[in-house]
């Protein structure tokens, strides 16, 4: 089964409207996530390292404001996309490691997002 | 940077084997070879991973070369639903970040 749930899994919206999506750990604890974006046809893009009580680390060329991150807690980060605008419409998945070491990252189902 | 060569595209017969070659000649000791495919319009899904031995699981095996400098990935027995674009992906030990090259896109057919 899921080890990381992602919800919504689809949203539609307005252009201006700001969008929140969550990513959770099932029965671990996550102190890092990880957010990717996946444009059509392309590979997936790291955005941002989610770090619980601590700001998240942005990859070079993604705006920070624009792209918000919570790590409210051991199982929950979350991704807010700000005044959403077309050219944001794409695939969001999230990902956290299942422990430490040498343990595979598990990610989740994605959320397509469109902005009209 | 992905510090990966895979073909872009190759196909397989249903109910044979499926050899997915990866190039990764910048390795380094504390590096992880790791595997994961996508279906379409779905997150990626954990395959495998080897740091020097050939490994195996109920998915797939890994085939790492001597060198390390380059690593197969093996379907045993194809089914349609392994359709997908397969990322082989290196990582170091003490880094979770992964970073995604352009994948092999496998299309099975019957």
């Known amino acids: 089964g899921a080890v990381v749930s992602q919800h919504p899994s689809r949203v539609i919206c307005k252009s201006g409207t700001s969008v929140k999506i969550e990513c959770r750990s099932l029965d671990f604890q996550a102190t890092t996530m990880f957010w990717y974006r996946q444009f059509p046809k392309q590979s997936l893009m790291l955005m941002a390292t989610?770090?619980?009580?601590?700001?998240?680390?942005?990859e070079q060329g993604v705006e920070k404001d624009k792209f918000l991150i919570n790590h409210a807690s051991l199982t929950l980060s979350t991704l807010t996309v700000t005044s959403a605008h077309p050219e944001d419409s794409s695939f969001y998945i999230c990902?956290?490691?299942?422990?430490?070491?040498?343990?595979?990252?598990?990610f989740g189902d994605g959320t397509r997002l469109s902005i009209l | 940077d992905a510090k990966t060569t895979q073909p872009p595209s190759m196909d397989c017969a249903e109910g044979r084997a499926a050899n997915l070659p990866c190039n990764h000649s910048t390795i380094s000791g504390n590096e992880y070879v790791y595997w994961y495919r996508q279906i379409h319009s779905q997150g990626p899904q954990y395959i495998i991973h080897g740091l020097k031995n050939n490994e195996t699981n109920e998915m797939a095996s890994l085939i790492i070369t001597e060198d390390r400098k380059s690593s197969t990935l093996i379907l045993p027995h194809a089914t349609l639903r392994d359709t997908a674009v397969y990322y082989c992906?290196?990582?170091?030990?003490?880094?979770?970040?992964?970073?995604f090259g352009a994948g092999t896109t496998v299309t099975v057919r019957a």
């Open positions: 990902s956290a490691p299942f422990s430490s070491g040498d343990q595979p990252q598990h």
């Open positions: 989610s770090n619980e009580g601590s700001k998240a680390t942005y």
């Open positions: 992906i290196v990582r170091p030990i003490n880094d979770y970040k992964l970073s």
